[in-house]
């Protein structure tokens, strides 16, 4: 039998739901959600991972480990050169959360455009702000959106926000296929092209040496005056103090940030004090349907592994013993 572990919190009832989906199969499953019960296990051979951290330590004290799989695409919190070293698969599922976080992205924007947060702080202190900001809120509609990251979940942003009138622009390391980009209705733009031309950017990249602070002080100084930026992704893809002065001297209009650098964010922290900023707690992909794109996904590969065959969303195959 081979041991199983879900690591982390997870929405309601995905415990049960892994095991309906495992029956039949050579498993045992077993829920770690306490930090200090997963920072002493050492027999986890298939690893389901949500909210903690796969560091080489974790690694290296489960000796008998084979798979690490995280639970939606970001695959950052996991050391996946040691995991490659040691012979264990790392895989993520790629997709199964872009609904749910280009949904995010999309409210983030309207939210900030539209001055949600800073209408609700001023009716809570008695003033009725009905036509106080009403020439600094704007719509969606005629705006250019540019998305740095057109994977699964930016083109879904860019079909979201076209659907409210917006027109959307793109950088990526990879460029689309032309078929793809007129499918989508997005234009390639350069980094130094896209940055002054957009009203809102918004951020759908992996976190990497390449691309930490992406946008810092400089790239923020190229954008446009009253622009919004939108970081859906990763936090450490900007640099938030940066932003935060952007935001401040009225460089920018304002940000909304479902990831940032400092998580978790502590009560007097600088991005709480300007209404203009919009943080959530990294809830992009956090909600109680998604396990349904995401489980089946997971059992596949565990699926793929039991078998002996090679998982189908490996992440780290660079650093995997060759022939593996």
């Known amino acids: 039998m081979t041991n199983v572990i879900l690591a982390g919190q997870y929405?309601?009832?995905?415990?049960?739901?892994?095991?309906?989906?495992?029956?039949?199969?050579?498993?045992?499953?077993?829920?770690?959600?306490?930090?200090?019960?997963?920072?002493?296990?050492?027999?986890?051979?298939?690893?389901?991972?949500?909210?903690?951290?796969?560091?080489?330590?974790?690694?290296?004290?489960?000796?008998?480990?084979?798979m690490i799989l995280r639970w939606g695409a970001g695959f950052d919190s996991v050391d996946i050169e040691a995991a490659g070293k040691q012979g264990v698969y790392v895989t993520n599922t790629p997709g199964a959360n872009a609904d749910a976080v280009s949904e995010l992205a999309a409210l983030l924007m309207m939210a900030v455009s539209r001055k949600l947060l800073v209408?609700?702080?001023?009716?809570?202190?008695?003033?009725?702000?009905?036509?106080?900001?009403?020439?600094?809120?704007?719509?969606?509609?005629?705006?250019?959106?540019?998305?740095?990251?057109?994977?699964?979940?930016?083109?879904?942003?860019?079909?979201?926000?076209q659907a409210f009138g917006a027109t959307t622009v793109y950088y990526d390391p990879y460029r689309l296929p032309e078929a793809m980009e007129k499918e989508f209705s997005l234009e390639y733009l350069s980094l130094d092209e896209l940055l002054p031309r957009c009203d809102i950017i918004t951020l759908h990249l992996p976190l990497t040496e390449e691309t930490r602070h992406l946008i810092d002080a400089a790239a923020i100084e190229k954008m446009k005056?009253?622009?919004?930026?939108?970081?859906?992704?990763?936090?450490?893809?900007?640099?938030?103090?940066?932003?935060?002065?952007?935001?401040?001297?009225?460089?920018?209009?304002?940000?909304?940030?479902?990831?940032?650098?400092?998580?978790?964010?502590?009560?007097?922290?600088?991005?709480?004090t300007n209404d203009n900023i919009i943080v959530t707690p990294h809830v992009g992909g956090g909600t109680a349907d998604i396990g349904e794109a995401i489980l089946p996904m997971l059992v596949g590969d565990i699926r793929s592994l039991l078998s002996g065959a090679a998982p189908r969303f490996v992440v780290n195959r660079q650093f995997l013993p060759e022939g593996k």
């Open 11 to 66: 929405p309601a009832n995905t415990y049960e739901k892994l095991c309906e989906q495992l029956k039949g199969l050579p498993v045992n499953v077993r829920a770690v959600d306490d930090p200090d019960e997963y920072a002493a296990m050492t027999d986890a051979e298939i690893m389901i991972l949500r909210i903690f951290k796969a560091p080489k330590e974790v690694i290296e004290r489960n000796p008998n480990l084979k």
């Open 225 to 272: 005056t009253g622009a919004i930026l939108i970081n859906t992704a990763r936090g450490g893809l900007v640099d938030d103090h940066a932003l935060f002065e952007a935001v401040q001297s009225g460089k920018l209009l304002g940000a909304g940030l479902d990831g940032v650098e400092r998580e978790p964010l502590q009560p007097d922290d600088e991005l709480f």
């Open 119 to 161: 209408h609700t702080t001023h009716l809570r202190q008695g003033d009725w702000s009905k036509n106080e900001f009403i020439n600094s809120s704007f719509t969606l509609m005629n705006k250019t959106v540019g998305l740095l990251g057109a994977g699964n979940i930016g083109r879904k942003v860019a079909k979201k926000v």
